[in-house]
């Protein structure tokens, strides 16, 4: 049995008052869909910033809630620039430090090193990842590291500690999500085939 659930199923949660309004977003479709909107992007990697730049470009109102002092380090080299100089021109507003306090209706409160401020919002946009269901894994036997949930599995097979069990894909990662993509992940299947190939030529 393979499995190759992915992690995008599950979003970081805010835990804070108001998440579960229908204008909050842990998804991101249509940026037309924004135009002359009230956004607010929370997180500060490439999610983030993709959704920051295309609402911005289809008329929204974009303002970033980064928990960091910087946008975040793994954002694409070509596309950091561009956030970069939205930032500097305040075409886009950036509050870094910061921490997305509470939503409501038609405002959400914003903590920031200046103190509380509040906004009018019309969406939140909470692009702050996502993770492997790890309840999941778990029920099926697979032994997860203690910090960082991560499975355990042969490097080599990618077979897990439950024999015949084998994870391919960015679900090997545990927390570590950015660890795994497409181009880095697509051997696991050759692995995994050559591992049961050999295993039925030895019966
Ligand atoms: C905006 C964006 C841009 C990206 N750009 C790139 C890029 O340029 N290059 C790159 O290499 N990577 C990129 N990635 C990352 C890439 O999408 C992932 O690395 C890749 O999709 C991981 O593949 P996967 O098969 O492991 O998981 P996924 O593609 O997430 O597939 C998991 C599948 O399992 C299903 N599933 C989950 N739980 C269950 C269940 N219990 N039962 C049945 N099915 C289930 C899900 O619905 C999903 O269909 C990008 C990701 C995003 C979000």
Known sequence: MIISTGFYDIPVKLNIPGE??????????????????KVVVVGSSNSAIDVALETYRKGAEVTLVIRGADVGERVKYWIRPD???????????????????????????IETPEGL?????????????????FEFLKKIGIKLSEDRFVPEYNHTTMETNVAGLYLAGVVVGGMDTHLWFIENSRI????????????????
């Open 20 to 37: 579960d309004l229908p204008k909050v977003k842990h998804y991101y479709q249509d940026p037309n869909y924004y135009a002359l909107q």
């Open 83 to 109: 956030i970069m100089n939205r930032i500097k021109e305040g075409s886009i507003k950036a509050y870094f430090k910061s921490n997305l306090k509470a939503i409501r209706q038609y405002e959400v409160d």
């Open 188 to 203: 696991h299947a050759d692995m995994i085939i050559g591992d049961i190939v050999g295993k039925v030529e030895k019966l």
């Open 117 to 133: 401020v509040t906004i009018p919002n019309d969406f939140v946009m909470a692009m702050t990842g996502y993770q492997p269901n």
